[in-house]
């Protein structure tokens, strides 16, 4: 008599799932850093709020794989269905919005924007009208570079 589920197909969907899980929270872990190392260079504060929410992120991505992995349950019944598809699907698609936020994170390291800060100080410490007016216009040649590769 022929078994329906077999313990090599359970090991392979555990082992996948597994797999999947450890893979989106290696990416988590890697724009958390991104996004401390993004901080740093733009001379902002890190907030423990933000590593709390690294951590509600974490939770909720688990309960969206853990949806998929359900969804894998009822496939592992059919012999066609040889592993959790719906899982790695969803793990992909975190791993992708993660991925997403690190080019953004880089996006932000690379900006222009960042001259601001330094620039206003500049303003503010001229001793002379004519100092500030040069800074103003340097101001303004930055923002029509901006402007014309946008």
């Not at 401390?36 to 509600?56: F, P, Y």
């Amino acid at each position: 008599m022929e078994t329906i589920l077999s313990l090599e197909k359970v090991y392979l969907f555990l082992g996948i799932f597994l797999a999947v899980c450890i893979l989106v929270i290696v990416a988590i872990m890697l724009d958390l850093w991104d996004g401390v190392h993004t901080a740093k260079k733009t001379n902002q504060r890190v907030h423990s709020h933000k590593l709390r929410v690294t951590i509600t992120k974490m939770s909720e991505y688990w309960r969206f794989i853990l949806i998929g992995f359900l969804v894998d349950c009822l496939g592992i019944f059919f012999s066609f269905y040889i592993m959790p598809f719906v899982a790695v699907l969803f793990g992909a698609g975190l791993i992708v919005v993660e991925a997403k936020s690190m080019f953004e994170h880089a996006n932000r390291r690379k900006s222009q924007t960042l001259q601001l800060p330094e620039i206003i100080r500049s303003i503010i410490d001229c001793a002379q009208e004519k100092d500030a007016q040069k800074i103003v216009s340097q101001l303004h040649s930055i923002i029509e570079t901006q402007s014309d590769k946008s």
